[in-house]
């Protein structure tokens, strides 16, 4: 009996999705709109390396060159924090791990670099490349190029999450506040797709429920912090608003390490879609698409990746939303190279800040997602300008 | 994870391995056995006292100052108000590792071979790290009794902590007497206190006044020091229906109280509008309600420092304070 109304509703979502496409079509992500510039001039100033000399040729070429720019921006932030590190303790360091008999460095100096700046360091990267590749992905599944990874309301639940373990002491000793932010978002994100179950997957719907889960989920935070109203829930709770990679440790960087990768990949695979959605999910729908299982897929892949990140590190901002768009600049639209590039640019970027965060106004620390907006946002109004366009 | 962590436990094991081997050669002289001193559900052990502590917040700096223990530190941090102008001199003979809360790798960094904080939320990962990180690493962590009272005897005051803390550290530091001292002396100013409660006539009502944060005041409530003070010198917290430490209350709820006596917190440092005991006596003056109030009206006010409301070393000033308070306002003959 339940299939009769859901067709029904299929039919009248595809005559919505008709009307979204057109208004697709209008958006700045629409591939139409980055092919015209090359007509008015403005790609022959800044000729984009990919459309003179045929698509993928340089591709493995640059990409290597990118993740030899992580590796070595990722050697050098390892080096830079409250007490400088130098490559000959940081040698030791990783000397004794690999069994070789050097003179150990004293425990707390040895501590610090491999406790605590080299798994920081690691975890930057990770939850970077996460940030990024999601933020490019969910930009494809609602055609909204002001898409970023909190979208789904996931960085809210983790708020709501975190507060509670604090606030309550749920199950504080065994999840900790990690796991509680991991539940928060988990719940959120099961709360949406509650929500998104009878009404379908349009681009708008998906945004606007997004946006009201994350309200309830904000309000559900003020309200536990109003109620317990004590200093520590506070700070613990702009803590998770700012984002900070203080609390990064080794068992972060395993998990974030294995989902990371997973997650990726399986992002990786669904670029042919991606690409298709960007026309639209009626166009995508006729290119053999199964619009509703890749956009499932999708969502749950990008909120588990966004949940296990904002869990570790609070939610970062921006690095989501504008290295996609950078990244789009270089390589593309095509999701194929824009992901890798966007895991890559959103890798170095957050290494990159995070280095500065722990030492530009030494010796306090500043949480990290200041730093994302604050050095990311010029360079993205540079670009901007000189692209003339999205 | 499971590399990582296995070889950081396996790094920290050997260490432990030739630490404990490495022990008993030098004790096999001297015969001197290590000091083991509990807190807070960690038993902490030191071989020889320790020589560069490292204090994670105002109280605990000001505790080891009044130990007479300032050559032995290594550094301090998180200053929320000026230091008592007696520990001062002391106190600039310390390095400053950071004004605010110290980080993982600024404590690290010092090098320290003690860290004593007043509060345990200070070990947390995003501050300087939990304390079987740094017990992992071979650093013990001091916590205050004070902020662990599950862990201690039930039935213990907030001042019966605070002396417990000054053994302990006394202990470790191997400054028996001059911990004893202080406890001496600060036993006596809590015995001077309670005598006010003998000759108590009418039990006069307090409302304490932390600090007021976006317009809503801090107000102490039951389980705090201020509501252990007020009891000791016979009069009653007003708050004492509350039981949280420092709840947020609206002007409202204070009127509503109709204290007779009311302590405000100085935190001019902190520099918040709300903060300093000026600040506060104004709004009282500026709010409907408030302003009304008998105690603002007759100037029953009391100021004190505001970091002297919470447990320290510096919390017998205000309890002094209180009680001359009590007297002088005719509450007691």
């Known amino acids: ?57 340089l591709r493995p070429v640059v990409f290597l060159a990118g993740f030899a720019l992580l590796v070595a921006s990722m050697a050098v932030s390892v080096r830079i924090g409250i007490s400088d590190v130098g490559y000959a303790d940081l040698g030791r360091v990783l000397g004794s791990r690999l069994g070789l008999s050097l003179r150990p460095l004293p425990p707390l100096v040895d501590s610090l670099i491999w406790d605590l700046r080299v798994p920081r360091v690691l975890l930057a990267a990770f939850v970077g490349a996460t940030l990024a590749t999601c933020g490019a992905t969910l930009q494809a599944v609602t055609g909204n190029a002001l898409a970023d990874p909190y979208l789904l309301g996931v960085s809210s639940g983790a708020s709501s999450g975190a507060v509670s373990v604090v606030v309550l002491g749920v199950g504080a000793g065994s999840l900790g506040v990690t796991g509680g932010a991991f539940a928060g978002a988990l719940a959120s994100f099961g709360l949406l797709m509650l929500l998104l179950r009878r009404s379908g997957l349009d681009s708008v719907r998906i945004l606007l429920t997004g946006v009201a889960v994350g309200q309830l989920f904000m309000a559900l935070t003020s309200l536990i912090v109003m ?17 900070s990679m203080a609390s990064a440790r ?24 991606l690409d298709g959605f960007a026309f639209g999910q009626d166009t995508a729908a006729s290119l053999g698409i199964n619009v509703r299982a890749v956009q499932n897929v999708l969502l749950m892949v990008t909120a588990l990746l966004t949940a296990v990140a904002v869990a570790f590190v609070g939610a970062i901002g921006f690095v989501g939303l504008i290295v996609p768009h950078c990244v789009r600049f270089a390589v593309g639209p095509l999701h194929r190279s824009l992901l890798p590039f966007s895991a890559l640019g959103g890798a170095v970027f957050l290494v990159a800040t995070d280095a500065v965060a722990r030492v530009a106004f030494a010796p306090r620390e500043v949480p990290v997602g200041v730093f994302t907006a604050l050095l990311g946002a010029p360079v993205f109004a540079v670009i901007l300008r000189r692209r003339g366009g999205l | 994870m499971p590399k990582g962590i296995g070889i950081a436990i396996v790094l920290a094991l050997a260490l432990g391995v030739t630490g404990c081997s490495g022990a008993p050669r030098p004790s096999a002289g001297k015969q001197k056995a290590n000091t083991v001193v509990r807190s807070c559900g960690q038993s902490l052990s030191v071989s020889e ?23 032995r530190m290594a550094g301090t ?75 201690s005897k039930p039935g213990m005051t907030p001042f019966d902590l605070l002396f417990q803390d000054y053994e302990n550290l006394g202990r470790m530091f191997h400054a028996e007497r001059r911990a004893q001292k202080l406890i001496d002396s600060q036993r006596k100013s809590v015995q001077r206190a309670q005598s006010v409660r003998k000759k108590i006539r009418n039990k006069p ?6 600090s007021v944060f976006d317009g809503a005041p801090y107000v102490a409530g039951k389980g705090g020091l201020p509501s252990e003070m007020s009891r000791l010198v016979g009069a009653e917290n007003a708050f004492d229906d509350v039981d949280e430490q420092w709840p947020e209350v609206s002007w409202e709820a204070v009127a509503d109280r109709d204290p007779d006596l009311i302590v405000l917190g100085d935190l001019p440092e902190l520099g918040q509008p709300g903060d300093s005991a000026r600040d506060k006596l104004r709004m009282l003056r500026k709010d409907p309600l408030t302003s009304k109030l008998s105690a ?4 029953r006010v009391l100021t004190v420092p505001g970091i002297e409301m919470d447990p320290s070393v510096r919390s017998v000033h205000t309890l002094g304070l209180l009680a001359e308070e009590t007297k002088d306002r005719g509450y007691a003959r």
């Open chain 1, 1 to 57: 009996m339940p299939a009769d109304p859901v067709e029904q509703g299929a039919v009248t979502r595809e005559s919505d999705g008709a009307q979204q496409s057109t208004d697709l079509t209008a958006s700045p992500l629409h591939p139409s709109h980055r092919a015209a510039p090359g007509a008015t001039g403005a790609y022959r100033k800044h000729p984009p390396v990919r459309s003179e000399r045929g698509p993928g040729a």
């Open chain 1, 227 to 243: 109620a317990s109203g004590d200093a520590e829930t506070t700070r613990a709770v702009a803590h998770w608003l700012l984002g």
């Open chain 1, 250 to 273: 080794w068992e972060g960087v395993a998990i974030c390490a294995t989902v990371t990768a997973a997650g990726l990949f399986v992002l990786w695979s669904c670029s042919t879609a």
């Open chain 2, 49 to 71: 006292a320790p020589h560069r502590a490292v204090t994670l917040d105002q109280s605990s700096t000001e505790t080891l100052l009044a130990l007479g223990l300032a050559d």
């Open chain 2, 77 to 151: 941090s998180y200053l929320k108000t000026s230091i008592a102008p007696r520990y001062r001199t002391d106190y600039k003979k310390v390095p400053v590792l950071s004004p605010k809360t110290l980080t993982s790798e600024q404590l690290r960094a010092a090098n320290p071979d003690l860290a004593v904080a007043s509060f345990a939320e200070l070990y947390g990962k995003d501050r300087v790290g939990t304390r079987k990180e740094l017990a992992d690493s071979g650093l013990p962590s001091y916590v205050s009794a004070v902020d662990c009272p599950h862990r």
């Open chain 2, 205 to 210: 009502s307090v409302v304490w006044i932390y």
């Open chain 2, 296 to 299: 603002v009206r007759k100037k």
